[in-house]
């Protein structure tokens, strides 16, 4: 199954976005601000979170690209959730429910972005996102 994220309001407190299934649009997103990140950061030790200057540590989105996917328990949500791979200057990036920009810390919230600068109905999205994937053998996303 291919993901498709399009940012399409990218503000200076959060990103707004749309989220395709297989071409087909699923929800809208909320992410943090995007950022420029380095291409690659000789600091940091592969695997480990970057500190670079232009990183905001739970304030930054993830650089576009495409990414890895597969459902994995998260101790912090007590469930299995979308986890991507291979992040650069990332670790632990979910795709998972909340409201704003507050409860992302670099990840991906699901759910309508009925009001500004909210997702709001986040949790029944992401748990029908959630059936939908744990189906699946192979799962990309693309951000756009």
């Known amino acids: 199954m291919e993901l498709t994220l399009k940012r399409r309001y ?4 959060y990103t707004i976005g749309s989220l395709y ?9 909320l992410e943090d601000t995007v950022r420029r990140l380095p291409s690659a950061c000789p600091d940091t030790p592969r695997g480990r979170t970057c500190h670079c200057p232009e990183k905001v540590y739970a304030r930054t989105a993830i650089p576009a ?7 994995e328990h998260s101790p912090r ?8 791979h291979d992040v650069p200057h ?5 795709i998972h429910s909340g409201n704003d920009e507050e409860d992302s810390a ?4 699901v759910g309508k972005n009925n009001i500004k600068g909210k997702v709001v109905e986040s949790r ?3 748990d029908t996102l959630n059936k939908l994937l744990v189906k699946a053998d ?3 996303i693309r951000i756009e």
């Open 77 to 84: 949500f007590k469930r299995v959730l979308p986890l991507l």
């Open 65 to 71: 690209g495409t990414y890895k996917i597969t459902m």
């Open 124 to 126: 029944a999205t992401s």
């Open 21 to 29: 299934l297989d071409g087909r649009y699923f929800c809208d997103t």
């Open 90 to 94: 990332f670790l632990g990036i979910l």
């Open 10 to 13: 990218l503000g200076k407190q």
């Open 106 to 109: 670099g990840c991906i919230l």
């Open 138 to 140: 192979h799962i990309t």
